[in-house]
């Protein structure tokens, strides 16, 4: 009886030895590239549209970065080679986060003017200008309102909005900036954009990977935006860009672009148009990247940012004299509609 | 597929019904005045607390695996039936499990929860005085998540299904000195069912914002191979017996290019009590 019974215990438990985990665990440099570029080589969203734009190609980065590894290098070193790998896509959706560092490609913004002074606009707002949530705004001199939203990161409430808008009502127009939003939450973004249309528009269109091939993607599905329940702009409308905005605030600035009476004026947005996705390396360091891309409503991508309807730069000179070409711009367009 | 989850849906739902029923009939042993017994069953009802091992895998969260201890509960109720000669039983089990995992590195932490729900019934054998066995299935349904706080938009993953599996047992009793002691042994393996899962690379933002893209999946052993099984030693006492034992919990699934596994080994323990249903005839 005993042995009957040991051998009954025996064969329960061997059978759920059988299942213990999937992978070996490998902490190795080459165990850390061969993840991070694995990752990037299944998930990531724009690897053939990159490799067009940016002459790359992928399978030879990995070869390329392989050959400048070694197994008794530094973690720090190591930080450096897969950064560098990930640099190639020029992506600032794509990052590893260490606890020591933020690896990351901000050539988007960092190799171009930045065309704005924060100091300046801040001369614009003065210091007693209006705060709902994150959006500051008061009426310039020429009755014309003047609008900085910094961050969609910074929620904001319907309530908040009717309120501004209110009490904008008597403006010739608006000035809406958002030069250095560096993006956000999308419901933001659909949330502010809802005030600026009376009729269902149509915006863009997205999709999202089906696999780990390449070109495994999703029918595109349209994107629009319903006209808000709450008060609506029916003035001008000038949005100032410049190449700061990434992201979420590209996405807003692809729905502004389909709405009357709206006009994009400054420079290129910085892009970012995939929804990023986290992963993590053996090594234990965070990994993100552009999972699910997004494109306009002429179904172009808009990775690399959008163009402003009308170009504008920030003058330096007159900057000096405490003059926002931008805003004054903007101010004289808006004077001539 | 609609069809399918109306008809798994209406089968939980029975099998709700019939646990109610149970319920509303269970006196414990004490006769009204005004009703007549006309069947005594035999009710066994346990309840079991472990603490065990817990091994995870999300590869829409993350390729790596996560391991860490888990807590665990098993609430089950059995009677025997009129059917059959009184041979079949019903079976009702509640599980719930919450898991603190890390990854390999331990720099991130998964916390993940589930809740399960599983109603059948068995037909027995009695082999001998002291050996019987039982075969049948169970209708289930599961609820649970995985989240890891430190992703951006795919922080964390739901997990919905449905299912009926292919249960068997046995119990087998025996005396250790004076003591009266059970060895009590299931395994249910899911057939058949289906499944939530999202797209591989599609967010859970696109899903509210009303995006499909093949979020229901028919689950079989082929791409969900999952198994449970209980192993329990019972120390009967006069009013209640001592159950302790061992819970493997295995559940897996490779659907929509994700691959997910979660495999849990608990040491349970807790009490069985044994009651008497009657049936109740007002007059």
């Known amino acids: 009886m005993k042995d ?53 190609s992928w399978a030879d980065i990995y070869i390329k970065y392989s050959a400048r590894l070694n197994p008794k290098m530094s973690r720090t070193q190591l930080f450096e080679v897969l950064c560098q790998m ?27 003017p930045q065309n704005l002074d924060e100091c300046l606009r801040n001369e614009y707002l003065q210091t007693d200008y209006n705060l709902a949530s994150g959006l500051k705004y008061r009426i310039l001199p020429d009755n014309i309102a003047y609008v900085v939203y910094e961050s969609f990161q910074d929620a904001i409430g319907e309530g908040n909005l009717d309120d501004m808008f209110l009490s904008l009502r008597m403006c010739n127009g608006m000035i809406l900036d958002i030069r250095n939003n560096g993006g956000g ?25 089906t696999g780990t091939g390449h070109n495994d993607f999703s029918p595109l599905e349209a994107e629009y935006i319903s006209p808000s329940k709450g008060v609506r702009w029916q003035k001008p409308c000038i949005v100032l860009t410049n190449r700061s905005c990434y992201s979420a605030t590209n996405t807003f600035v692809r729905d502004m672009k389909e709405m009357p009476q709206v006009i994009i004026m400054g ?12 992963s993590e390396l053996p090594i234990g360091w965070s990994v993100r990247f ?10 172009q991508q808009i990775e690399f940012g959008i163009a402003p309807d009308i170009p504008c730069s920030l003058d330096t000179e007159k900057a000096k004299q405490g003059i926002d070409s931008m805003i004054e711009e903007a101010r004289k367009k808006i004077n001539h509609i | 597929m609609i069809k399918r989850i109306i008809l798994l849906s209406n089968l939980c739902l029975f099998a709700l019904m019939a646990v109610a029923q149970d319920y509303s009939t269970l006196i414990n042993g004490k006769e009204k005045k005004s009703e007549t017994i006309s069947v005594l069953r035999p009710l066994q009802v346990s309840t079991l ?16 695996e996560y391991s860490g201890f888990q807590l665990s509960f098993l609430a089950s109720r059995e009677r025997m039936t009129r059917w059959a000669d009184g041979n079949i039983s019903f079976q009702s089990l509640l599980q719930g499990v919450f898991s603190h995992t890390k990854n390999p590195a331990h720099t991130a932490t998964a916390w993940g929860g589930r809740l399960a729900y599983d109603a059948g019934w068995h037909y027995h054998w009695q082999l001998s005085d002291r050996l019987s066995l ?56 899911p057939v058949i069912g289906c499944m939530f899962s999202p797209q591989f690379g599609q967010s859970y933002y696109d899903i509210s914002q009303g995006s499909r893209d093949h979020n229901v999946c028919f689950s079989h052993p082929g791409n969900a191979l999952c198994f449970r099984q209980l192993l329990t030693f019972d120390l009967e006492f006069k009013r209640a017996s001592l159950r302790f034992g061992y819970m493997g919990d295995i559940r897996q699934s490779h659907v929509n290019s994700i691959r997910m596994h979660d495999i849990n080994h608990s040491f349970m323990i807790g009490y069985v009590r044994y009651l008497k249903v009657l049936k109740r005839n007002e007059r």
């Open chain 1, 4 to 56: 009957k019974l040991i051998l009954l215990l025996v064969l329960v438990l061997g059978l759920c030895s059988c299942q213990k985990g999937e992978t070996e665990y490998d902490d190795s440099p080459q165990a850390n590239l061969n993840a991070l570029w694995t990752i990037i080589d299944q998930q990531y969203c724009f690897l053939d549209y990159k490799e067009k734009e940016l002459g790359i």
């Open chain 1, 86 to 112: 990930l640099g190639e896509l020029k992506d600032g959706h794509v990052n590893i986060s260490t606890s020591l560092d933020l690896g990351r490609n901000w050539s988007w913004k960092d190799d171009y």
């Open chain 1, 185 to 209: 939450n999308l419901d933001n973004v659909e949330k502010l954009a809802s005030h600026f249309t009376n009729e269902k528009v149509l915006v863009g269109y997205r999709s999202h990977k």
């Open chain 1, 267 to 278: 420079d290129y947005t910085g892009g970012g148009s995939g929804l990023p996705f986290s």
């Open chain 1, 290 to 299: 552009s999972a699910s891309p997004s494109f306009d409503a002429q179904k």
């Open chain 2, 49 to 64: 607390f472990g603490v065990g091992f817990s091994n995870q895998l999300d590869t829409y969260l993350s390729p790596m």
């Open chain 2, 134 to 189: 039982k075969a049948g299935g169970l209708v289930g349904a599961d609820l649970g998540f995985l989240y890891i706080a430190r992703n951006s938009n795919n922080p964390a993953q739901g997990r919905f299904g449905v299912d009926i599996s292919a249960s068997a047992g046995g119990k087998y009793r025996f005396k250790i000195k004076k003591l009266p002691v059970q060895i009590n042994y299931q395994a249910d393996l």
